[in-house]
């Protein structure tokens, strides 16, 4: 059953959702995301949660000073009661958006947030 | 300073701090001329503290409702974020009654979190997690026109409560359009006309003996000195003061300078270059689906 729903995943993926502009694939799973404890915000030093991640469970007007988040690659939220809400720049500025419960970026290449993830603000 | 003295003056300046995160709404300063609050697609992605907490408020009941139907237990939390996420300007753009109450918002931030803490998350069994975030089988990922790769489960119940508050599509809109504000604000951060105003004003914030080569600068030093300041009330006063001393020439400069006009004029032009047609249907999707929401929730 899921090697046909990935297919069919797949097969969604070459075609752009016409009407968002937003490209669908279905998405690779990763060991390395059940690394992250509950209720925690991780960030990871690789693509697709790889490496032991660093970890916050509160609010921050500046990640940057923290490794993991100045140089983070994926990040993965597994809050299991709040969404929270990621900013390239630090004290709530730049580009901004939320990671719902259980949502993970598997790369940050080519964002602004690739290596600055620079503050976060939880159950927004 | 006497110790009395010096204890009223940190209440004062950590009560301003503290409530500024609270209270401050649309601002029309009274005391000399504001600046723009300039914001990617005209706000269209923005939000009132007041209609994020209604939002938020009802999307937790949906996800526990769903919960609820697949006979597990959601308690529904409260919004514990404070207004400074919606009310801060992704620019930077301050105006002088804002920095002069609130600075840069970050001892502020961080009075408020020491009174309202995150909820601390429990532990549960895997069925429990998966009925919320749904999944491998159903996951997807969305590629955004930032270039955010945004992996989630469909079959989750955060995903269906999305869908039942805004929309069928919103799992998409709404990633999608916010893309497009992020795309359109890192156009305007590359933007000749735009790095020229910075210089302006970094150049006047030089001249006001706080010297910053961006608008990032101000902030991160701030922000720098906060771990250490936390642990003593006096070292946190006075980061405190800075700050706010900071902030309001940061905001004069920008107002000496014409900055949020510079920001405005550019993010015009990018805007124009950037945006198809299709991009401004998916806002003016965005749009009419959150105004059905609000709209519900307010019913």
Same mark, same amino acid.
């Given at each position: 059953m899921k090697r046909i729903l990935?297919?069919? %995943?797949?097969?969604?993926g070459s075609v752009a959702l016409a009407t968002t502009g937003a490209f669908i694939t279905a998405a690779p799973a990763s060991a390395a995301l059940s690394d992250c404890p509950s209720g925690g915000l991780c960030a990871y030093l690789g693509v697709? %949660?790889?490496?032991?991640?660093?970890?916050?469970? %509160?609010d921050n007007t500046n990640l940057l000073q923290y490794n993991k988040f100045n140089n983070a690659e994926s990040l993965y939220n597994n809050g299991s009661s709040c969404n929270v809400r990621i900013y390239s720049g630090t004290g709530y500025t730049g580009s901004s958006y939320i990671l719902a419960k259980g949502y993970y970026n598997g790369s940050l290449a080519n964002t602004v947030y690739w290596h600055n993830v620079a503050s976060n603000d939880w159950c927004v | 300073m006497s110790t009395t003295t010096a204890r009223r003056t940190l209440l004062t300046v950590l009560l301003v701090l503290t409530a500024a995160g609270c209270s401050l709404g649309g601002e029309q300063s009274a005391r000399g001329p504001a600046a723009l609050d300039v914001r990617p697609l005209?706000?269209?992605?923005?939000?009132?503290?007041?209609?994020?907490? &209604?939002?938020?408020?009802?999307?937790?009941?949906?996800?526990?409702?769903?919960m609820s139907a697949r006979g597990q237990t959601y308690t529904a939390q409260p919004r514990t974020a404070s207004a400074r996420g919606e009310e801060t300007n992704p620019y930077g753009l301050l105006t002088v009654r804002k920095a002069a109450q609130d600075g840069y918002g970050i001892v502020g931030e961080y009075l408020y979190r020491r009174s309202t803490p995150v909820p601390a998350s429990e532990s549960h069994q895997a069925s429990w997690q998966r009925a919320l975030t749904g999944t491998e089988a159903h996951r997807v990922t969305l590629r955004l026109p930032d270039g955010v790769n945004l992996a989630y489960s469909t079959d989750g119940c955060v995903a269906k409560a999305r869908t039942e508050l805004y929309g069928a599509d919103w799992n998409t809109v709404e990633p999608?359009?916010?893309?497009?504000?992020? &795309?359109? @604000?890192?156009?305007?951060?590359?933007?000749?006309?735009? @790095?020229?105003?910075?210089? !302006?004003?970094?150049?006047c914030m030089t001249k006001a003996g706080h010297p910053a080569k961006d608008l990032q600068a101000p902030r991160q030093a701030v922000d720098s000195r906060l771990r250490k300041a936390a642990s003593d009330e006096t070292a946190l006063r006075a980061l405190g003061n800075d700050e706010l001393r900071t902030a309001r020439a940061d905001a004069r400069c920008q107002l000496d300078t014409d900055l949020s006009e510079a920001v405005r004029d550019a993010q !015009?032009?990018?805007?124009? !270059? @950037? @945006?198809?047609?299709?991009?401004?249907?998916?806002?003016?999707?965005?749009?009419?689906? &959150?105004?059905?929401?609000?709209?519900?929730?307010?019913?």
């Open positions: 990935t297919k069919a %995943g797949i097969a969604l697709n %949660g790889s490496g032991t991640p660093g970890v916050v469970y %509160g | 005209s706000g269209a992605t923005a939000s009132t503290h007041a209609d994020a907490v &209604r939002l938020y408020d009802r999307e937790e009941h949906a996800v526990a409702a769903c999608t359009a916010v893309g497009l504000a992020n &795309r359109v @604000l890192n156009a305007v951060e590359k933007d000749a006309n735009y @790095l020229s105003a910075v210089r !302006r004003w970094s150049s !015009r032009a990018v805007e124009k !270059r @950037l @945006l198809t047609a299709a991009d401004k249907k998916t806002v003016a999707r965005y749009v009419a689906d &959150r105004r059905r929401a609000l709209a519900s929730a307010t019913a």
